[in-house]
């Protein structure tokens, strides 16, 4: 009536002969409404998936921070170490040397994070090849050894010799490691007498168990089960990445990640994985 566009549902019940043609039955319902509503649920649906698109690239952004952060602080502290060998009186070349192949080694570190997570955006497999836990366990303390020893840390690595092989990305998990031994060295920085981090490692049944035990102030119980959630965090400064990264890293595995503590006594991560002979058996 007053010039404006309706949308209606218009329906007629015609007869199936020519004797009911006298009364048809004609409806023309006026759904004007319910095509605005449509309207806004649609517009809903593209504001959602705006909002998982920027959630994502948030995560992913402080996934890329968190885990490039480590091996560009590693290349600072040898750069800085490098040039003081070498502003000496009598410069230590083999000193600085040492340094530089550090500076390197960290570089290609954050080289491989970025690859990776190129990777990961790409759908690509993980380059996976049965691997000596102990050995990758070693290389991963060598990585943040500095840090380490910054901290106050003596690391333990408690293994028996000859331990099966499991089938992993050997990056991936160092980057597991040494999340998860930065994280216990940094608990213990308010730690008085022994700061003792300890890193086992037993074969059960198909799997190797790893635990990262420290003497920490531990976990209070109400966090155990969301310490592994994105962007959760105990650290007043802390981006709550490092564990989802963690327990993406796992999973991506096979394996399974999981944390016990007992306040006042310290925190244990726990994570195992698949005998090399049990995936390549599956493959």
């Known amino acids: 009536p007053d010039g404006g566009a309706v949308y209606t549902l218009f329906t007629a019940g015609l007869p199936t002969d020519m004797e009911q043609f006298e009364d048809i039955l004609v409806s023309d319902l006026d759904i004007t409404e319910y095509k605005a509503t449509q309207a806004r649920l649609a517009q809903a649906e593209l504001d959602v998936a705006r909002a998982v698109r920027v959630s994502t690239m948030g995560a992913l952004t402080a996934s890329i921070a968190h885990e490039v952060n480590s091996p560009?602080?590693?290349?600072?502290?040898?750069?800085?170490?490098?040039?003081?060998?070498?502003?000496?009186?009598?410069?230590?070349?083999?000193?600085?040397?040492?340094?530089?192949?550090?500076?390197?080694?960290?570089?290609?570190?954050?080289k491989t994070v970025v690859q990776q997570t190129r990777d990961f955006l790409s759908n690509a497999p993980l380059k996976t090849a049965p691997q000596d836990m102990a050995g990758l366990v070693h290389d991963a303390i060598m990585l943040i050894d500095r840090e380490l020893r910054a901290h106050g840390v003596s690391t333990h690595v408690d293994a028996r010799d000859g331990l099966p092989a499991v089938m992993a990305d050997a990056i991936n998990v160092q980057q597991v490691l040494v999340n998860l031994m930065m994280n216990a060295a940094q608990?213990?920085?308010?730690?008085?007498?022994?700061?003792?981090?300890?890193?086992?490692?037993?074969?059960?049944?198909?799997?190797?168990?790893?635990?990262?035990?420290?003497?920490?102030?531990?976990?209070?119980?109400?966090?155990?089960?969301?310490?592994?959630?994105?962007?959760?965090?105990?650290?007043?400064?802390?981006?709550?990445?490092?564990?989802?990264?963690?327990?993406?890293?796992?999973?991506?595995?096979?394996?399974?990640?999981?944390?016990?503590?007992?306040?006042?006594?310290?925190?244990?991560?726990?994570?195992?994985?698949?005998?090399?002979?049990?995936?390549?058996?599956?493959?």
């Open 187 to 283: 608990a213990m920085d308010a730690v008085e007498g022994a700061r003792d981090l300890t890193i086992a490692i037993r074969h059960e049944d198909d799997r190797i168990h790893v635990e990262v035990r420290d003497k920490g102030p531990g976990i209070d119980p109400t966090w155990l089960k969301s310490i592994f959630d994105p962007f959760f965090s105990t650290k007043p400064d802390g981006m709550g990445m490092g564990l989802a990264i963690c327990r993406t890293c796992i999973t991506a595995h096979g394996g399974h990640i999981w944390a016990t503590s007992s306040p006042g006594e310290g925190s244990t991560f726990h994570f195992d994985l698949p005998l090399a002979q049990r995936e390549e058996a599956h493959a």
């Open 72 to 110: 560009l602080a590693a290349i600072v502290t040898n750069a800085e170490a490098s040039l003081r060998w070498i502003r000496r009186d009598e410069p230590d070349l083999a000193e600085a040397a040492e340094a530089l192949e550090c500076v390197l080694g960290a570089a290609m570190r954050a």
